[in-house]
Nanobody
């Protein structure tokens, strides 16, 4: 069992930056895929970034490429999402997720089904 706790959300002006953290407990995350998803009310939860456990391959949604960076610190058992050049449309609840499976297709890591454990979410609000 893995417990995930997100932190770092808040209110920021457009163009600003935030760094989200996801602290894991219960098992080491060094060999699992870590993902960040976001969800607005009445919308589907979408993956914005993921990082594989082995090799550290990263995946980004087109809407955040060049602005967001996912990383992990295995020594701290923590994953991060650095968000720069934030836009009002980035306003959402952001969720951290951990997945223990591996898949032949990179596109699989953008799906909720690839993740087994979820955090409670942290609100990010970007004002215009």
């Amino acid at each position: 069992q893995v417990q995930l706790v997100e932190s770092g959300g808040g209110l920021v002006q457009a163009g600003g930056s935030l760094r989200l953290s996801c602290a894991a407990s219960g098992r080491t995350i060094s060999s699992v895929t870590m993902g960040w998803f976001r969800q607005a009310p009445e919308k589907e939860r979408e993956c914005v970034a993921a990082i594989r456990g082995r090799g550290g391959v990263t995946y980004y949604a087109d809407s955040v490429k060049g602005r967001f960076t996912i990383s992990r610190d295995n020594a701290k058992n923590t994953a991060y999402l650095q968000m720069n050049s934030l836009k009002p449309e980035d306003t959402d609840v952001y969720y951290c997720a951990a997945g223990v499976g591996t898949y032949g297709s990179g596109s699989a890591y953008y799906t909720r089904a690839a993740y087994d454990y979820w955090g409670q979410g942290t609100q990010v609000t970007v004002s215009s």
